[in-house]
């Protein structure tokens, strides 16, 4: 342990390593960002929005319960092992979307990616933040989800524009096997664990230990359970977005190419911007930002049901982008800087199980909504939803850090 040294520059070859991994995870939710409901729509005949959103229920179930898993095994067998056997249970997704003769394939598909993200998404997360030490976790984690949420919408480009040129199936899914060599070629033969790391920091945090990590990540911990609550809604909305703007833009008579394209700006100026937010999470208030940043999406949100031609939605998918880039960083660097050391993967574990059941949350609330009532009354409630969120974090989280003691209701 004398030898591991803590900070960016000092583990850069690691922490670019790690990056380029988290770029080959996010591809595989790219996969299926701007197809499946098309799939599901043209290939099998669904039309029921329920129905066609319910591979978001599954893959926002099974991620979340992975990510608290992930979290709670880190320690015991190391983060290395979790980040591999994530891209094995990815192998077979990429044959599941191309040969389902039904929609029961595609739930399958995405309970493996549930999987496939929980593990690998979750442990890129928390190697970087050992690696980088106390002083640049925004912008390390800035880093991280700009790489993975780049190459979201990269391959949510590619793919689409592929069913646009050679029909739905099979070419936009090749991409996937490109993506799982590389990403379990890497993990296995160059990436290092980190637990070394989080020892070295453990001798020397002042933070003190959560008493009971579940439920002070989950509520107690004002600026822990500020997190968590905004966590779960910015995934609600997402969940939302994923799955109803492709149905929405349809609606509207775009074109699959065209909504490959207007599907992607969102995901590309999510991760494009985490460059610049992360950074923005070290230096200044971390409450400003989360409250701003879930403002910003609020606004954009519910300009979208009143949306008509392309340039309000390029518009508005660029507000989404921002107020999204400006948290999702900054929810990362906010549990780090509340959690000692040896508390940290177990608690962002568990913010990243209630963060991702806000996929299953917000597809069933979407799916109910828009079947009852419209489309544009169920961006609309998911939108107002997401200002009552903004507010909980204006008015209940602290500026500055604070002793975990002195920081519960």
Known sequence: MKNVQLGLKENWKQFTLLVIIN?????????????LPQIATLDFGISANTAILSFIVVFGTVKATTNYFTGALAHLFGKKKLLVIGWIFGIPIPFLLLYAPNWNWIIAANALLGINQGLTWSTTVMMKIDLVGEKQRGFAMGINEFAGYLSVALVAFLTGWLAGEYGLRPYPFYIGFVLLFFGLFGSIFLVKDTSQHVLKEAVTSSISRLKHVFWETTWKHKNLGSVTQAGLINNLNDGMVWGILPVFLATKGFQLKEIGILTAIYPAVWGISQLFTGK??????????????????????????????????????????????????TFLATIAENTHPLDRAKSIGIFRLWRDLG????????????DFFSLEIAILCIGILTGISSF??????NDSFLNSSKNTL
């Not at 770029?23 to 197809?35: K, N, Q």
């Not at 923005?280 to 049901?305: C, E, H, N, P």
């Not at 996929?359 to 828009?370: E, F, K, P, Q, V």
């Not at 909980?392 to 989280?397: D, E, G, T």
């Open 23 to 35: 770029g080959f995870v996010g591809g595989m939710i790219g996969l299926e960002r701007s197809i």
């Open 280 to 329: 923005m999470a070290d230096k200044y208030s971390k409450r400003k930002l989360l409250f701003w940043g879930m403002f910003l999406q609020t606004i954009a949100l519910v300009f979208l049901v009143f949306a008509e031609k392309t340039s309000h939605f390029l518009v508005l998918s660029i507000l989404l982008g921002i107020g999204t880039a400006m948290v999702y960083p």
């Open 359 to 370: 996929y299953a949350i917000g597809a069933i609330l979407t799916g109910i909504l828009a």
């Open 392 to 397: 909980v974090i204006l008015f209940r989280m």
